[in-house]
T-cell receptor, first 116, second 113 residues
Framework: DTAVSQTPKYLVTQMGNDKSIKCEQN?????MYWYKQDSKKFLKIMFS???????INETVPNRFSPKSPDKAHLNLHINSLELGDSAVYFC???????????????FGEGSWLTVV | GQSLEQPSEVTAVEGAIVQINCTYQTSGFYGLSWYQQHDGGAPTFLSYNALDGLEETGRFSSFLSRSDSYGYLLLQELQMKDSASYFCAVSRGSSGSARQLTFGSGTQLTVLP
């Protein structure tokens, strides 16, 4: 069973298009995240949701809009894609208040977005 | 602001011991985590230190000194499969708030035969 699953795994699209990446976790966690990893492997948090409520919204263009229909799902919609959006986008989840392991975050396998 | 520093690359041979250091500057520090990421894969949790000292998990150990804002990951009896990127990450936040995990830029470990 995949704990955090995201689709699609690979996405090649043209500049200006709108695309979505879906994410689901079956761990029963109450917090979900979107991270962006660039070509230099720098892993940066974009958004965090706790029980469907946005709690972290880092400085990302407003072309990026997360949507959490329930606490097991966090989708990422990107409008007007630009070349610089090419990256790997990781969905992740954790359980808030978890003492053991601090913020143990479970990552999905990543969605490789290429904008041409 | 906040920052984390770790070496960009480390190379070692099979069977050796390697230490990856991480220094950090942040407010509201709760703990230091380590994650491993193989090429093309997802980051996976290795260890977490909230208190000063050494935590051991099999061949991997992690150390934290809160007073020095410093930690390290120690990998013993290196194996080829340990070739990967290793990220330190600080867990921070205020009391009652959500913890935010901020990652360092990663250390690419190459294990040679």
């Amino acid at each position: 069973d995949t704990a955090v699953s995201q689709t699609p795994k690979y996405l090649v699209t043209q500049m200006g298009n709108d695309k979505s990446i879906k994410c689901e976790q079956n761990l029963g966690h109450d917090t979900m995240y979107w991270y962006k990893q660039d070509s230099k492997k720098f892993l940066k948090i974009m958004f965090s949701y706790n029980n469907k409520e946005l709690i972290i919204n880092e400085t990302v263009p407003n072309r990026f809009s997360p949507k959490s229909p329930d606490k097991a799902h966090l989708n990422l919609h990107i409008n007007s894609l630009e070349l610089g959006d090419s990256a790997v986008y990781f969905c992740a989840s954790s359980q808030r208040g978890q003492r053991a392991g601090g913020n143990t975050i479970y990552f999905g396998e990543g969605s490789w977005l290429t904008v041409v | 602001g906040q920052s984390l520093e770790q070496p960009s690359e480390v190379t070692a041979v099979e069977g050796a011991i390697v230490q990856i250091n991480c220094t950090y500057q942040t407010s509201g520090f709760y703990g230091l985590s380590w994650y491993q990421q193989h090429d093309g894969g997802a980051p996976t949790f290795l260890s977490y230190n909230a208190l000063d000292g050494l935590e051991e998990t099999g061949r991997f150990s992690s150390f934290l000194s809160r007073s020095d804002s410093y930690g390290y990951l120690l990998l013993q009896e290196l194996q080829m499969k340990d070739s990967a990127s290793y990220f330190c990450a600080v867990s921070r936040g205020s009391s009652g708030s959500a913890r935010q995990l901020t990652f360092g830029s990663g250390t690419q470990l190459t294990v040679l035969p």
